[in-house]
Structures are given as structure tokens and as C-alpha cells.
């Protein structure tokens, strides 16, 4: 009977381990996966970037995501219809959209009895993001983002810092998103903020030996900033994080 409490320390602490490790994925990155394993990708291309010929049609081709949604789609109630009915509600009222819809060989296929509705919401926001939607209004935000674009930051972190990439060898198997529940467990202030960028690791990071195994295994690696930083890009960068980490 001695042991019994031993193995309920053992039991919890493994819970815990396994809770820790869990994927906490944004709801960007769940709509890109999810996205990939439906057939999303196979008109509209990789990520939405690139959509496929449509003959028959006037635009000639399928919209991207990241540079025609604005023209297909007014506003996130739009792009739910899109995904969830294979079209918005205004333009299935529309005599001659309808027309050209039937002209062409592609048609968006209607999601809405094949997913549950959150599922539906992160598609929604996986092509938001991926639009650049939300983004920041004022000048310091938007100067962050935009640097964080020059420096390649959005390369592993996705479009707007707003993916989890996968990542092998790393702890949790994916590049942590700027949104996501992870980035309070790597980033705890600003001053970490700022080693992380210029060192490519903070401090505390670097002195944790269990840290340190799983950044030498992961494929992917934070790279150090320090030479290619400009004046006041640590302010703008961290100003534009803290907006994103406040959109609803």
C-alpha cells in the first residue's frame, strides 16, 4: 500500500506532461489543415496563394485567398456563405452571377454538410488570415508587421505570425503561432521578446538543458536578428504581437 502514493504522483505527473504537450493549435492553423485535407488546396493552390485555371469563365481562374478575396467576399459573413453554401447569399439572388457561375468547369462546392460549424469557423479563419484580415489601424502595428514581413519572420510563423507550421523534432511538432496559448509559455514579457528576436533564444530558454534538446532537435530554427535589425524595430515588432495577441 505504500506505493499506491508514489504511482498517483507518477500517474499525475505524467497527466501533466501529456497535458503540456498537447498541440494547442490557433484556430488560423486549424483551418489550413483542415483546409489541405479537404481539397481546398486543389483549386485554390498552395495556402490559397495560387488559384487554378477556370475556362469558361471571365476571370479565367479560381480567386487566391491572399490577394482576390476582397473582390468575392464583403466582409466574414461572406466567406462563412462561401464555404459553408458554395456561395454568398447576395450573389445566389443574382440572375447573371448565377450565369456566370454555370459557365464555368470549377464551381465552389458547399462544405456545409460535410463540416461541423467549427470546423467552418476555422477555414474562416484560416482564409482571413491568410487575407491579411483583421489587420492593424494604426501606424505602429502596421510598421511591425510590416518589418516582420521584410525580416521573414512570417516565412515559419505563417502570414500575420497567425500559423503553427510544422515543425519536426521540436516539442510540440509546429513553429508556435504570435496568437496562440504557446507564445505566453516561450515569450513572458517584452525583455524576452527582445532576446528571442536579436538572440534567436532567450535567456531562460538557453539555461534549460530540456529546452535546449528539443531546439537542437527541431528542423526549424529561431534565427538571431541582432545584425539585421533597424532602429525601433523591437518596438514596432512587439507593438504589432501585442495587437494581434488582442483581436478577439
Known amino acids: 500500500m505504500r506505493f499506491v502514493p508514489l504511482v ?9 506532461w501529456s497535458m503540456w ?17 479537404v481539397g481546398c488546396f486543389a483549386c485554390h493552390g498552395a495556402e ?37 453554401d458554395g456561395r454568398p447569399a447576395e450573389r445566389a439572388r443574382s440572375r447573371s452571377w448565377q450565369a456566370q457561375r454555370d459557365s464555368g468547369a470549377l464551381r465552389m462546392p458547399a462544405f456545409g454538410r460535410r463540416l461541423t ?11 482571413r488570415a491568410l487575407a491579411g484580415e483583421p489587420g492593424p489601424q494604426t501606424p505602429r502595428p ?28 521540436s516539442l ?12 505566453a509559455e516561450l515569450v513572458r514579457d517584452r525583455g524576452e521578446f527582445d532576446q528571442w528576436v536579436t538572440d534567436g533564444v532567450s535567456r531562460r530558454f538557453a539555461a534549460n538543458p530540456m529546452a535546449q534538446f528539443f531546439l537542437r532537435r527541431a528542423s526549424l530554427r529561431m534565427p538571431a536578428y541582432r545584425r539585421f535589425l533597424g ?9 504589432y504581437v501585442r495587437w ?4 478577439p
Request: aromatic share 6%.
Open 117 to 127: 460549424r467549427a470546423q467552418i469557423d476555422d477555414l474562416v479563419a484560416c482564409v
Open 48 to 84: 490559397g496563394g495560387r488559384g487554378t485555371a477556370n475556362p469558361g469563365r471571365r476571370d479565367r481562374s479560381v480567386p487566391t485567398w491572399d490577394g482576390d478575396l476582397m473582390m468575392f467576399a464583403d466582409g466574414e459573413q461572406d466567406v462563412r456563405e462561401w464555404i459553408r
Open 172 to 183: 510540440k511538432g509546429y513553429v508556435p503561432s504570435w496568437d496562440g496559448t504557446d507564445f
Open 142 to 169: 502596421q510598421r511591425g508587421l510590416e518589418r516582420a514581413e521584410a525580416l521573414g519572420c512570417t516565412g515559419c510563423h505563417g502570414a500575420g505570425g497567425r500559423f503553427a507550421r510544422p515543425n519536426s523534432g
Open 244 to 247: 494581434l495577441r488582442s483581436v
Open 21 to 37: 504537450l498537447r498541440p494547442r493549435l490557433p484556430a488560423a492553423e486549424r483551418g489550413r489543415r483542415l483546409a489541405e485535407k
Open 8 to 16: 498517483l504522483v507518477l500517474v499525475a505527473g505524467v497527466l501533466a
Open 231 to 239: 532602429a525601433g524595430d523591437l518596438d514596432t515588432l512587439w507593438a
